[in-house]
T-cell receptor, first 117, second 116 residues
């Protein structure tokens, strides 16, 4: 099955600086890579996602890059703000076969992002 | 359009009891996924269901755990004879079509199960 590794486990940056979180995946069949933000005691919320047919996607201060050859993808947050403090999870999904299976997400262990004022 | 609903939000059970967790997907969503999250860890996929069918239960323990998504009503994750190791947050997510078809998974608020 799929295995997703995420680094670092904790990241502390000064407010206004950039933050980068990296993930690798093991199954080359994976084709969907979402990033979720989870605040303490809350539900995970999708912040950005990318599919295997593109290499980069950007949404305001957030961008994701995907390197299919190396099987890794990264989240970039620029001009960080205090409200960016949270745990961020990357995930990967293997497409289901004709029977519709294997659409569950495999998550990394998370990165606790701390924005220092 | 209400989001994914889960109840109860907190559930306390003694060892050996049964836990029933409910998930109502977003309106128009027929795909439901259950995940378990242990403290300080990521979410682990358990099971993927469409209406009345289990599509993928590869992440669900073979004993004591079962899931259903009936034609009418919420999806139910049932844990029989709970043990302390079952204590975790259980999240469900829903989507209007399979993730491989391009659909985002929307998460519910979770049920925090504590086994005494």
């Amino acid at each position: 099955g799929e295995n997703v590794e995420q680094h670092p486990s904790t990241l502390s940056v000064q407010e206004g600086d950039s933050a980068v979180i990296k993930c690798t995946y093991s199954d080359s069949a994976s084709n969907y890579f979402p990033w979720y933000k989870q605040e303490l005691g809350k539900r995970p919320q999708l912040i950005i996602d990318i599919r295997s047919n593109v290499g980069e996607k950007k949404d305001q201060r957030i961008a994701v890059t995907l390197n299919k050859t190396a099987k890794h993808f990264s989240l970039h947050i620029t001009e960080t703000q205090p409200e960016d403090s949270a745990v961020y999870f990357c995930a990967a999904s293997i497409p289901g076969d004709s029977g519709g299976g294997a659409d569950g997400l495999t998550f990394g262990k998370g990165t606790h992002l701390i924005i220092q004022p | 359009n209400a989001g994914v609903m889960q109840n109860p939000r907190h559930l306390v059970r003694r060892r050996g009891q049964e836990a029933r967790l409910r998930c109502s997907p977003m309106k128009g969503h027929s795909h439901v996924y259950w995940y378990r999250q242990l403290p300080e860890e990521g979410l682990k996929f358990m099971v993927y269901l469409q209406k009345e069918n289990i599509i993928d239960e590869s992440g669900m323990p073979k004993e004591r755990f079962s899931a259903e998504f009936p034609k009418e009503g919420p999806s139910i994750l049932r844990i029989q004879q709970v043990v302390r190791g079952d204590s975790a947050a259980y999240f469900c997510a829903s989507s209007p079509e399979a993730t491989s078809g391009g659909a985002e998974q929307f998460f519910g608020p979770g049920t925090r199960l504590t086994v005494l």
